[in-house]
């Protein structure tokens, strides 16, 4: 029998954390994140359907992971990646929303995760890609601050955060999109997600003490035009002197053929007299006994620098534990004095590039943790950081030490498999029209590249060209029919001068522009019944189609049996077999409602109120029995009174969606009740102008 591991203290499964830590955090309304590399089928799989809790997955029952897909991801008022262009391509699903990052100098390379329940906010910071090798094969390094009622996570980290990810939003992604953003799509949508996890935030924390324990938490972000990682941490750090000791860990570096910039402000940040020691935690390769190859440069050691502090090297090798290689992928820098200590995790690798010294600085993300010597709690914040921490062993003794540095080129550096898209290109968005037909609506903005063509891909004839787009007097939005009815997830654009396609991400603009999957398309009024009551819709369900036989004029020996009896006795007893499934759906429509887009599942979806209503008109078996429960269907809906609930959607604005169905059920019941009984008119009435007045 396999021993399962214990976690050690300070070590966790990343993917857990996009789960809600706990029930009382209440419904998901939506998440954001940034990245390098990307693997959309994983992020959509493994982390956005932990995050909403999906009860199925791909390898399951196709059907029902699309209806658990559908219904979960469309009650999300935001779900998005933002991803460096060179990365930014792959199929996915339209219910969430994919940016292309493209700094005009450098790349993306922060990796952060803003996570928010009803009533819980999550920050995720730290060195690992939204690929599978990220999140389940490489060792890597991520801080998580929790912001709820009583919390301690310090709100001005957030705060910076998240100013830090709008500027990627906004000065990066496109430039017609920030000026534009009023226009619905996924660059507004993400603003307004933005803007409401902040309020949340802040009524969450108001009256709260938070960062005023043993350990402060700082982000440290990197990028054009800001301070460097060692700017950030000096300014940070607690003690009058510098630090004695420093270790690093990083699986990249400079290249060799030149002083080490980070090293060199490394040792700047260090105690200039006395006993200090950097060290540097690096993976190796052995050749015998005799010699190591580091993966580092040699500048690390020789500086050229006349400085008090002592460079030390140490080795990472396999995980004990598991006896298996695991690649390293962390970077961390760990300062301490006999008193302090400061810890930085996050996504900057020790190069010029990634610690913000050089030109061009990636765009980066970190968190610092300082321990400050002066709280009586310290120690064991100490022991919890330090736990934390990634530590290799010395070389063995005598053997000689080389250096082999990796690069990473293709890992954490911009490959040359895609374009940059140029600046022109603005938002691609998925919509619907007037008649209901899909369209998209792409941004072209200044001068796009000479020769530009836009197409599907795979060979496909161009939706829009350079000739046709002059044609039309330079618009700054052209409207481009879409033909299929499910949009595509982008478009590839040439041009004359590039040497390869770019690719432009195509999103939604609101969650009602796409049409919900043909396994949730005009289901019947028993299967819609059986949701209701029991949760679950048959595993297979094809459309229901009217036979010669149910109309009036078919035979009449129908084959079924039970057809075979005049059930129109029995509506009363049908009705009451109802009445649990309209109960059900009464208590869905009180609310409260994380997001609008819940809301709209329960009114407007394919599970929805329109959707029962619809499947009535369609299978009623008499004129009175549809007139009949309409009725009663408005007079469930009239009755409700929203919840409320802090944080949650304003019960006016569940009023006057609750108002509009009954409305609409009262001149659904119009145009049937002349052919109705009286007692059945009668009924109707009473119910409109006393109960649903």
């Known amino acids: 029998m396999a021993r399962k591991r214990v976690e050690k203290p300070g070590y966790g499964k990343l993917l857990d954390a996009w789960q809600a830590p706990h029930a009382e955090a209440g419904d998901p309304v939506g998440c954001l994140a940034t990245t390098f590399t990307f693997k959309p089928e994983f992020f959509e799989e493994e982390c956005l359907g932990r995050f909403v809790d999906m009860q199925t997955n791909a390898y399951q029952d196709q059907r029902v992971f699309l209806i658990d897909r559908e219904e979960r991801l469309s009650k999300l008022e935001c779900a998005a990646v933002l991803v460096d262009q060179h990365h930014c391509r792959g199929?996915?699903?339209?219910?969430?929303?994919?940016?292309?990052?493209?700094?005009?100098?450098?790349?993306?390379?922060?990796?952060?995760?803003?996570?928010?329940?009803?009533q819980h906010i999550r920050l995720l910071v730290g060195s690992a890609n939204l690929t599978t090798d990220g999140y389940r094969h490489n060792r890597e390094a991520f801080g998580i601050l929790d912001y709820h009622r009583g919390g301690e996570a310090p709100l001005e980290c957030l705060e910076e955060v998240v100013r830090f990810v709008r500027e990627l939003a906004t000065e990066t992604v496109n430039p017609q999109a920030a000026r534009d953003s009023q226009r619905p799509g996924a660059m507004s949508r993400a603003q307004a997600f933005l803007d409401r996890l902040m309020a949340e935030a802040r009524r969450m924390t108001q009256g709260s003490e938070g960062g005023r324990g043993p350990v402060r938490i700082h982000p440290v972000l990197t990028g054009p035009?800001?301070?460097?990682?060692?700017?950030?941490?000096?300014?940070?750090?607690?003690g009058r002197t510098g630090p004695t000791r420093a270790d690093v860990v990083s699986p990249f570096f400079d290249q060799p053929g030149r002083v080490n910039q980070p090293d060199a402000a490394l040792r700047r940040l260090m105690r200039p007299r006395g006993d200090s020691a950097v060290c540097y935690h690096v993976t190796a390769d052995r050749e015998g006994d005799d010699v190591v190859h580091l993966h580092a440069p040699e500048s690390l050691r020789h500086t050229g620098q006349q400085d008090a502090a002592t460079t030390y090297f140490y080795i990472i090798g396999d995980e004990p534990e598991e006896g298996r290689h695991r690649p390293l992928h962390a970077k961390t820098i760990w300062l301490e004095d006999d008193r302090?200590?400061?810890?930085?995790?996050?996504?900057?690798?020790?190069?010029?590039?990634?610690?913000?010294?050089?030109?061009?600085?990636?765009?980066?993300?970190?968190?610092?943790?300082?321990?400050?010597?002066?709280?009586?709690?310290?120690?064991?914040?100490?022991?919890?950081?330090?736990?934390?921490?990634?530590?290799?062993?010395?070389?063995?003794?005598?053997?000689?030490?080389?250096?082999?540095?990796?690069s990473p080129e293709g890992v954490d550096e911009a490959g040359q498999n895609m374009l940059r898209l140029p600046d022109a290109f603005g938002e691609a968005v998925y919509c619907r029209g007037a008649d209901d037909t899909g369209q998209l609506r792409l941004q072209i903005d200044g001068q796009p590249p000479e020769g530009f063509r836009v197409s599907p891909g795979d060979g496909a004839p161009p939706l829009l060209d350079e000739a046709a787009w002059e044609a039309q007097g330079r618009p700054a939005v052209v409207w481009v029919p879409c033909l299929d009815d499910a949009p595509p997830a982008g478009l590839e654009v040439t041009w004359t001068a590039g040497e390869g396609p770019a690719w432009w991400p195509v999103n939604i603009e609101d969650a009602r522009s796409l049409p919900p999957p043909e396994e949730l398309t005009d289901l019947p009024f028993e299967d819609l019944i059986r949701y209701f009551m029991t949760g679950k819709l048959p595993r297979r369900t094809r459309k229901r189609t009217r036979s010669p036989r149910d109309s009036d004029g078919g035979s009449d020996v129908p084959l079924d049996p039970h057809r075979r009896v005049d059930t129109r006795a029995f509506l009363l007893q049908r009705t009451r077999r109802l009445s649990q499934a309209f109960n059900t759906l009464v208590k869905r429509l009180k609310g409260p409602f994380a997001t609008e887009n819940v809301l709209r599942w329960w009114v407007d979806g394919p599970l929805g109120v329109r959707a029962v209503a619809e499947a009535i008109e369609r299978e009623a078996r008499s004129e009175a029995e549809k007139a009949f429960l309409l009725t009663e269907l408005a007079l469930e809906i009239g009755g409700i009174e929203p919840e409320s609930e802090e944080g949650h959607v304003d019960t006016t604005i569940v009023k006057r969606a609750l108002r509009g169905l009954v409305d609409q059920l009262q001149q659904q019941v119009a145009q049937v009740e002349p052919s109705a009984p009286e007692p059945v008119k009668r009924y109707i009435r009473n119910v409109f102008e006393r109960a649903v007045p």
């Open 91 to 118: 199929v996915r699903c339209m219910r969430w929303d994919m940016l292309p990052v493209r700094p005009r100098h450098g790349i993306l390379h922060a990796k952060i995760a803003l996570l928010y329940w009803a």
């Open 225 to 238: 035009n800001r301070p460097s990682v060692f700017e950030v941490v000096g300014r940070h750090w607690p």
């Open 340 to 406: 302090h200590a400061a810890y930085m995790i996050g996504s900057s690798n020790f190069t010029s590039a990634g610690t913000g010294l050089g030109r061009p600085a990636h765009f980066e993300a970190n968190l610092l943790y300082v321990c400050d010597g002066s709280h009586r709690e310290s120690v064991a914040a100490y022991n919890q950081l330090a736990a934390a921490s990634l530590e290799g062993e010395e070389p063995p003794s005598g053997a000689k030490l080389a250096f082999r540095p990796a």
